[in-house]
């Protein structure tokens, strides 16, 4: 029966080479997506607790849009958007036309959607921090970002981490969906191997194992950070 | 330690605000020429010619979202019980399925069912001599038992919450009353559970409906299917997936809506 392993073999007559590839290209997608996403997430969270009123209804759409409409097809428009939009600006600006590498787009297109996620939950962390503490760091004469730098963003942390948690690994499945706009990403290219093997159960498998360690070494990396961050905090079950 | 020391006011809560305040009424007329200039300058002849299909794909993306959700729910139920409850070996079972669910991309577990097990099932005789043969051909069941076992695993998750977040007393005082542990669960546990669940309920199920234009990929059409189709056809880019975030946005809408109204039904002591 078709569960041939000498087809995973890392050389070439074998595809597991290919499929690490892929895994890389999903991680640093998924990398770079969700520390855009987490720019954006702290930009927006800050503009929708203290902006002014337009700029706190444009976050408000910003990101209501975003989360009710599916990431595959925020996925498509924002990379045909995105990548258009850009040649258009430098036609307008007298360059010639580029050729986007698709992990650009892929980043930018996933730190998008993040970051409508990431927004909601660092708002909600920095309204979990005690405002004295804030208060008191503009007492001590901190700038606004010396008191964002020092108190808020540790002190926000460990209300965070649970949701953000969630986010990087919302973000490594959502790297998936790039393969619909063929960004060769491990499940497109285990999608190649399998068509042109047949053997199409085995690599299938294979790409779910390598998602699955992704997923449980995240959790295991995620639980020493919680672990620090709530150093210090009462224990709660 | 004064109480009267803080000035300095750093997080106003927002005001309950009104649609008809200036600036509200500035950006609603921004976005109406926004709105106005794409039905103006894009292309939409296209519009009368695909409209009965896309009906049928709304349609179809409904249903699919519908029985998925429904019996993905039944299948939750006793996932997060025997989490709770049940023996060892069951409950062992029931987290690694939710892990492994969890844990993968839904679009790999599509194409794995469909090409992978559906490649396996093409090379037995008997399969294909059996009376499944001319469901199992077609792409949909492949399509649906995805999605199903993925809303039953994250919905699996939120009722092992819910279970074991119903009140110990509640459950001994039903014994105490001389119930049966069948009776105890059907009037007290499950519905004690199910209404502390209905809130997360809203949310998978707005996820669950963003999951599923993944199945036009195997084939299935639903209204994501049509769209691809128009763009294909039309070799419009913008227009049609425009519209189609349009329809979900406006899908999603009636389902919050729709669950708002439920849980407005069901009566809720204190908070």
């Known amino acids: 029966m078709p569960f041939n392993l000498d087809i995973l073999a890392l050389s070439p007559p074998g595809w597991g080479g290919v499929l690490l590839g892929g895994l890389l290209a999903s991680l640093e997608l998924a990398a770079g997506g969700y520390l855009l996403g987490l720019v954006i997430g702290v930009g927006g969270a800050f503009g929708k607790l203290y902006g002014g009123p337009i700029l706190r209804d444009l976050l408000e759409i910003y990101t209501t849009l975003t989360r009710a409409v599916p990431e595959l097809v925020l996925i498509l428009l924002l990379y045909y958007a995105g990548t258009d939009a850009v040649n258009q600006l430098f036609l307008l600006i007298g360059l010639p036309a580029v050729d986007i590498s698709g992990l650009a787009a892929g980043i930018f297109v996933i730190g998008v959607v993040q970051g409508a996620y990431s927004t909601e939950v660092l708002r909600g962390a920095i309204k979990a921090v005690p405002s004295g503490q804030i208060e008191a760091a503009c007492a001590y004469g901190m700038s606004p970002f010396q008191a964002l730098r020092r108190v808020t963003l540790p002190a926000m942390l460990p209300y965070a981490i649970p949701g953000l948690s969630n986010l990087w690994m919302i973000a490594t499945k959502d790297t998936a969906l790039l393969a619909v706009v063929g960004f060769s990403e491990l499940t497109l290219v285990t999608r190649q191997a399998a068509g042109s093997t047949k053997a199409y159960m085995t690599f299938y498998l294979a790409a779910g194992v390598l998602y699955l360690l992704v997923t449980l070494f995240s959790n295991i990396i995620i639980g020493f950070i919680e672990r620090h961050a709530r150093r210090g905090m009462p224990r709660t079950v | ?271």
């Open chain 2, 1 to 271: 330690m004064s109480e009267e020391t803080s000035i300095l006011p750093i997080y106003i809560p927002p005001k309950a605000r009104s649609l008809l305040e200036p600036h509200r009424l500035f950006l609603a007329a921004v976005f109406l020429m926004i709105v106005l200039c794409a039905a103006w300058l894009l292309r939409w002849d296209w519009l009368p010619k695909y409209g009965p299909r896309l009906v049928y794909g709304v349609w179809q993306t409904l249903v699919m979202l519908f029985w998925t959700s429904v019996i993905g729910f039944l299948l939750a139920l006793p996932i997060g019980l025997v989490q709770v409850t049940g023996p060892r070996p069951l409950a062992w079972l029931a987290k690694g399925f939710c892990t492994i669910i969890r844990g993968t991309p839904l679009l790999l577990q599509l194409w794995l069912l469909y090409y992978g097990l559906g490649s396996l099932f093409a090379q037995y005789p008997e399969i294909r001599s059996s009376f499944l043969w001319p469901y199992l051909r077609q792409a949909w069941p492949y399509g649906f038992t995805a999605l199903m076992l993925s809303f039953a695993a994250y919905e699996g998750e939120v009722m092992r919450g819910a279970f074991a977040g119903v009140p110990r007393g509640e459950l001994e005082a039903a014994r105490a009353f001389g119930m049966s542990r069948w009776t105890v669960f059907r009037r007290i546990w499950l519905p004690r559970a199910i209404h502390r669940a209905l809130p997360t309920l809203a949310g998978e199920t707005v996820l669950q409906l963003k999951s599923t234009p993944l199945v036009a990929t195997i084939t299935v059409v639903d209204v994501y299917a049509v769209i691809s189709k128009v763009r294909q056809d039309t070799f419009l880019t913008y227009e049609p997936l425009l519209l189609l975030a349009l329809i979900y946005l406006c899908l999603t809408g009636a389902l919050v809506g729709g669950f708002h109204l439920l849980e407005r039904r069901i009566p809720t002591r204190g908070a």
